[in-house]
């Protein structure tokens, strides 16, 4: 049995895909990230891959006459690389079918809310506005909607007096770095049932 093989799919700066990196690099991911996926080639998570020796698939979307034809050539990329897992870690683009279904269960995505609420864009922007006075973050897996997947795990955080989105952000994005490698880490340990919308997490194994 080789390895666990984990695609990130990221298109900014990346902070989410170093903490996963970061995680491998320490042991406690359990698997191995195989590829970055970017539809950025200029995007910073770019030089972080390379920095840590991690394969790129790079595109620009407006290179293909459709969404369907660009995710096709990745569809047979993470096939050739024997892909477990898709992490979207910030990828700011709309999924088809074409992914979507091959890997119904085995892609999961993080969003900066606690799902159903605000979802979309923004969402940070969103609960400031609406004056929650709790957020946080939500990993689900992806069923083509919008933020709409069944939720694996959440983590909430306080609004505090006088936050704007810059200090709401940065505690979000803290929260997002620790909770994702943690959740990556149930999935390479086959702790992960999905029975409709109901996730179950078993209990780790003692070694």
């Known amino acids: 049995m ?3 093989r984990i695609a990130v799919f990221a298109s900014g700066r990346g902070s989410n895909f170093q903490a996963l990196v970061d995680a491998m690099a320490n042991g406690s991911l359990g698997g191995e990230i195989s590829v970055l996926v970017c539809d950025k080639p200029q995007a910073p998570v770019v030089e972080r891959a390379r920095k840590a020796g991690i394969d790129c698939f790079l595109f620009q979307p407006k290179d293909y006459a459709s969404r ?3 995710e096709q050539e990745i569809a047979a990329e ?3 690389r024997g892909i477990d897992l898709i992490v979207l870690a910030g990828y700011m683009r709309l999924l088809t079918s074409v992914l979507v279904e091959p890997y119904s ?3 999961i ?3 900066p809310s606690l799902l159903p609420s605000f979802t979309g864009k923004d969402a940070i922007g969103q609960a400031l506005a609406y004056g929650v006075k709790m957020t946080g973050i939500t990993v689900h897996f992806v069923d083509g909607g919008m933020d709409t997947g069944p939720v694996i795990a959440q983590h909430a955080v ?3 007096e006088g936050d704007d989105e810059a200090s709401l952000s940065e505690r979000i994005h803290t929260a997002e770095q620790q909770l994702y490698p943690e959740v990556v880490s149930w999935f390479t340990e086959g702790r992960i049932t999905l029975n409709g919308r ?3 997490i078993a209990a ?3 070694r």
């Open 78 to 80: 993470l096939s050739k």
């Open 68 to 70: 369907e034809d660009y």
């Open 198 to 200: 109901n996730v179950a």
């Open 204 to 206: 780790p194994v003692k």
């Open 105 to 107: 269960g085995r892609m």
């Open 2 to 4: 080789g390895s666990y």
């Open 158 to 160: 306080e609004i505090l």
């Open 109 to 111: 995505n993080i969003h």
